[in-house]
């Protein structure tokens, strides 16, 4: 009689506790299934690792269907499926927001060498307008020297004129001077030297 019992007592335990092993699988798909809806809700991760999670999402559904003694490879599956998911999805993204930053930094570095050859280029326009000014100034600085240096000339010229015309007036009225005091001299000459005048014969009556 006893022997019969023994049997009879594993099986009302058994029975006894299926219940409590199916609450707590239920649990454990249901702690799961959060977890996967953690990653299927997050704008950053829902778009990665589609494969993992589907496979996630097996596992659950084969944990929730598990007898008792399969429950518990049941839930190491499912718990290391969701772990999967979790972290393909997390790489994914990491990797996605890496990508972007990347293109961030490269759209920075071409926006700034756009920036520093605009810089480059106003510099140079400046200092081409600068170097253009600076010519100008130089030309006509050199205009006006060969201006004045003309009009130098010029007044050079017409005070060599006007020197030439003095000195020839000086000249000639020297001559003249000479020639005055010449005749002068002859005229002195000739009185001291003049016979008397004849006197003039008287009229008959």
Avoid: H, W
Avoid at 33 to 49: G, V
């Amino acid at each position: 009689m006893s022997r019969l019992r023994t049997p009879m007592l594993c099986f009302v335990m058994l029975f006894a506790f299926a219940p409590l092993r199916a609450a707590e699988g239920d649990a454990d798909a249901a702690r799961l299934s959060q977890r996967l809806q953690a990653i299927e809700a997050d704008s950053r991760t829902n778009t990665f690792a589609a494969y993992e999670r589907l496979q996630a999402r097996q596992a659950i559904d084969a944990l929730a269907a598990a007898r008792s003694r399969q429950r518990d490879a049941a839930l190491q599956i499912a718990e290391r499926r969701v772990e999967i998911a979790e972290i393909a999805a997390g790489t994914e993204a990491t990797r996605r927001e890496i990508d972007r930053l990347d293109r961030e930094r490269s759209e920075l570095l071409v926006e700034s060498s756009r920036q520093e050859a605009e810089r480059a280029r106003q510099e140079a326009e400046r200092l081409r307008v600068q170097a253009q000014i600076q010519a100008e100034e130089a030309q006509r600085l050199r205009l006006a020297a060969e201006e004045e240096s003309l009009a130098r000339q010029d007044a050079e010229l017409v005070l060599d004129d006007v020197a030439g015309d003095q000195a020839n007036k000086l000249r000639a009225a020297r001559q003249r001077e000479a020639e005055l005091a010449r005749r002068e001299a002859e005229l002195m000459s000739g009185e001291g030297q003049a016979t008397p005048p004849k006197p003039k014969p008287k009229q008959k009556p």
